[in-house]
């Protein structure tokens, strides 16, 4: 598979299945969010203390679940098999989100985005996440697909909350207080 097909110089990109669409596109702004969202997350995990090796691992599978919701969005639009269902993946945040509430001293006021590097990448990937999690659900109600994808609007939700307490995570392993 060549990268360089030179189709997208005319403002074309082709899809899953072989449909294509401009590269304006709503669905092209979500799969960019996306995949912003995960060269951050990227970032992010060459900057966490070596004591968050877990969050590094679990980040790492965020990615991967990241990738697959790419995939399922582009082939929503021919058809195709939506692929496996986030179910599974949204638990496993629901769990994470949980522990880490439970180790966090309770919130008692807004917090502004900053501390350790990590926490502040932790934040800046919550903004994408948040990004994209507008962008996706603009698409799926302008095409009367949010039943189709209930999931991936759901694990993206979670998803902001699982950056939001891995910031407030960050900064508290690396003795940053202030909230």
């Known amino acids: 598979m060549r990268i360089s097909t030179k189709k997208g110089d005319h403002g074309i990109t082709s899809l899953c299945g072989g449909s294509q669409v401009s590269k304006n596109h709503p669905l092209m702004h979500v799969l960019g969010d996306l995949d912003e969202l995960s060269a951050v997350l990227g ?4 900057v966490l203390p070596a004591s968050m090796k877990d969050a590094a691992d679990d980040v790492r599978d965020i ?5 697959h919701m790419g995939a399922r969005l582009s082939a929503l639009r021919t058809g195709a098999a939506s692929g496996e269902s986030l179910e599974p993946a949204i638990h496993i945040l629901e769990s994470l989100i949980t522990a ?6 309770p919130l008692k006021s807004f917090i502004l985005p900053g501390g350790h590097e990590s926490a502040s990448r932790a934040h800046l990937a919550r903004t994408v996440c948040r990004r994209a999690e507008r962008q996706l659900t603009g698409m799926l109600v302008d095409e009367d697909r949010l039943n189709d994808s209930g999931d991936i609007s759901a694990y993206i939700n979670r998803l902001s909350d699982y950056l939001f307490l ?3 995570r960050c900064n508290a392993e690396t003795g940053i207080t202030g909230e």
């Open 100 to 105: 880490m509430e439970d180790r966090l001293p």
């Open 63 to 67: 990615q991967r679940s990241l990738s």
């Open 43 to 46: 970032m992010l995990i060459n």
């Open 166 to 168: 891995l910031a407030r």
